[in-house]
């Protein structure tokens, strides 16, 4: 989530400038989150595939390895795969959703602080930051949610293996309910989604009141 949020602010902060073509880059950074989940899901699948990743080619022809990666047979290197997918996914949403908050900040602000010396930091940290808040908070609550039923991704990838390495609450309890027969333990495993997702609300609009 953290590495979502600064690619996303960052790329709000890029999108919010003036620059040519700024129309058509905004449409093509959002195209990760428009496309449906299982085509980008069989993209990432076949950019990770043991025998013909374009990752493992790029490495070999630049003589950094000699035989091809397993991205998807490991377990460390498949979590690692399916969070930078579910970031290349996330990310999207971050930079539309702060680039709104962006653009609602009044630019008087900007060109006081920029009288009174402050330099682009000082902006970002105190007129900036502070006001996006509110908005990260409730873009980061959705964007909890939206990861731990990010169902598809995973399934398609690597249906939570291997040795149950990327399971998220959604694919393990489709494995123990519906592929394993056990319906009591599939329905606790989901349930338990709910009170984690309830705490990060609640922590979220508590954050929102204070503000």
């Not at 709000?12 to 129309?23: D, P, Q, S, T």
């Not at 979590?79 to 930078?84: G, L």
């Not at 402050?118 to 930051?129: E, K, L, N, P, Y």
């Not at 249906?159 to 489709?174: D, F, M, V």
Request: aromatic content about 14%.
């Amino acid at each position: 989530m953290a590495f979502k949020l600064i690619l996303g602010l960052a790329l709000a902060i890029v999108l919010n400038r003036e620059f040519w073509g700024k129309g058509l880059v905004r449409a093509i950074v959002l195209l990760p989150w428009i496309v449906p989940t299982a085509l980008s899901a069989i993209a990432w699948w076949w950019i990770y595939d043991a025998q013909f990743s374009v990752v493992s080619w790029l490495l070999r022809q630049a003589g950094l390895i000699q035989q091809n990666i397993n991205f998807l047979g490991e377990p460390w290197l498949a979590r690692w795969s399916v969070i930078v997918a579910n970031i290349w996914r996330g990310v999207p949403f971050f930079a539309i959703g702060l680039l709104a908050g962006l653009q609602t900040i009044p630019p008087h602000l900007y060109e006081a602080a920029q009288i009174d010396g402050a330099t682009g930091w000082s902006q970002f940290r105190h007129i900036t930051w502070p006001l996006l808040l509110p908005l990260t908070a409730v873009v980061t609550v959705f964007s909890v949610i939206w990861t731990f039923a990010d169902f598809q991704l995973i399934y398609i990838l690597t249906r939570g293996g291997p040795a149950n390495a990327t399971h998220l609450y959604g694919t393990l309890a489709y494995q123990r309910a519906i592929q394993g027969g056990q319906m009591g333990e599939g329905a606790a495993i989901a349930n338990f989604i709910f009170p984690v997702l309830l705490i990060c609300v609640i922590v979220a609009f508590r954050y929102l009141r204070r503000e």
